[in-house]
């Protein structure tokens, strides 16, 4: 058994170094107690899906998502796709292999489940890499109805499947393995509606190849986003994940329409961060076994904010040595990165760490109001892996970050059969499509010591109901 001291609160600090604004915050010990209740009067949460079986019926992880539409809140895991209503009540639950196998007649190795809500056109939005790497849209704002899904390639495999939206049309990457030919697509808005007897068209399927790894497409709600302006898709250079000090720089793609025609950059932009990547720090629970950190190097969530922001998370391990105006660091953290559009210019970096705490999967939204949110897990020796959150207001000065804030406390140490143990890949954050002040993530934390049981908590709040 670890030790169990409960660590000092970290004050808030920030650094700036010439055009690289960097700030670090933290506080130690566990979220405030209990797992229900509210942070302010606007804060909704509920336990979402958990993992069956040992062995798990799908991993030792969930592979989790979350949107809402005003009125319905959606969870993927890779194990369920769950419909709830606002209370939290559960509306739907439904095996993602059935799921999937009722809206495109074929599953396969299920992998990398992500899900969004489309404000625009009303519709959700769901991608997997299965038998094959599918785009399946519901047929309306209710997602307890009909979804059908058509293949944007043959390409299968631990793929990790991405999906984004603007006023024009859907975005997906799928770009992980080197096996595998990175691709980009995008769909114009009307083809993606699909109703009736009919089904999503691939008529004006625009499809990149040869980009960078790991590509993240642009959630971006601005409605007043005109027809040619550009929809980006980001990553970082060397999207390993292990390696001392990699340099990061911010890697661009976009892709501008035409009518119906898509077209992607010829090139990518390369934007310098002076940040420098480091792998991941397997992270601690007061009891064994450790949570495996290798797969927390990717980018989680990119939103674009009033066609001037990009807000991008980036989750590093600490840099031990020769870290420049960066600063040492003993667990894992994140970056909050605002790159400048349409310049692709870089206006700020954010580094937010912890002296006790391992911050691990991160991911953030933009609120109606501009402001920026970011929910992770926190885990230490001394407390159970629990869900915080951090923000950044609109009016905050350069540098300025917010938190963290408790949003559920994890009761227990989670296991399963590997060790170290795999953990909440692909957090999400995400606008509510209803309400743009509303704010819902989905992450896991510990909240059994049954092996193999994970445990997911949604979490609805307004940031200006936080500290």
Request: charged share 10%.
């Amino acid at each position: 058994m670890r030790a169990t001291a409960n660590p000092a609160k970290a004050e808030l600090t920030a650094l700036v170094c010439g055009l690289l604004l960097l700030a670090s915050c933290g506080a130690g010990g566990p979220p405030g107690s209990g797992n229900s209740g509210s942070v302010g009067n606007a804060t909704i949460q509920f336990d979402g899906d958990a993992g069956t079986g040992n062995p798990p019926t799908y991993k030792d992880h969930p592979d989790m998502a979350v949107g809402a539409s005003g009125t319905q809140i959606v969870e993927t895991t890779g194990q369920d796709i769950n419909v709830y209503s606002y209370s939290g009540s559960l509306l739907k639950s439904t095996s993602i292999s059935s799921f999937i196998n009722t809206a495109t007649g074929s599953v396969g190795m299920i992998n990398d489940p992500r899900l969004v809500y489309d404000p625009f056109i009303a519709r959700w939005l769901f991608v997997c890499s299965c038998s094959a790497n599918y785009l399946i849209v519901s047929a309306s704002s209710d997602a307890m109805g009909a979804w059908k899904g058509v293949s944007l390639s043959a390409d299968s495999g631990d793929l990790s499947m991405r999906v984004g939206f603007d006023r024009n049309g859907v975005y997906v990457a799928q770009t992980d393995i080197p096996t595998v030919t990175p691709k980009l697509f995008a769909l114009p808005n009307q083809d993606v509606t699909w109703s009736g007897g009919t089904t999503i068209s691939l008529t004006h399927l625009g499809i990149a190849t040869g980009k960078a790894f790991e590509e993240m497409p642009t959630i971006d709600l601005d409605q007043n986003k005109v027809g040619n302006a550009a929809e980006y898709f980001v990553t970082r250079s060397s999207p390993m994940a292990s390696g001392p000090n990699v340099p990061i720089n911010l890697i661009v793609n976009s892709v501008t329409w035409s009518g119906s025609a898509a077209t992607f950059s010829s090139t990518a932009t390369s934007i310098p961060t002076a940040l420098v990547f480091n792998s991941a720090n397997d992270a601690q629970q007061p009891l064994l076994p450790d949570i495996r950190g290798a797969e927390d190097h990717r980018i989680f969530s990119v939103y674009s904010y009033g066609g001037a922001h990009l807000y991008l998370v980036l989750a590093s391990g600490p840099c031990i040595s020769n870290c420049a105006s960066q600063g040492s660091d003993v667990h894992d953290l994140f970056f909050l990165l605002d790159i400048s559009i349409p310049n692709l210019t870089l206006n700020q970096s954010m580094k937010v760490s912890n002296a006790q705490d391992d911050i691990i999967f991160p991911s953030l939204a933009v609120d109606s109001q501009g402001n920026v949110a970011v929910a992770a897990t926190a885990v230490s020796t001394a407390h159970g892996a629990s869900v915080y959150e951090w923000h950044r207001l609109t009016t905050d000065a350069a540098g300025v970050v917010h938190g963290p804030n408790p949003l559920a406390s994890g009761t227990a140490s989670y296991s399963c059969s590997r060790v170290p143990v795999g953990w909440g890949t692909y957090s999400t954050t995400a606008t509510d499509g209803g309400d743009g002040t509303r704010i819902w993530t989905v992450q896991e934390f510990g909240n059994s010591s049954t092996p193999c049981k994970w445990s997911t908590r949604v979490v609805g709040f307004k940031v200006g109901s936080l500290p």
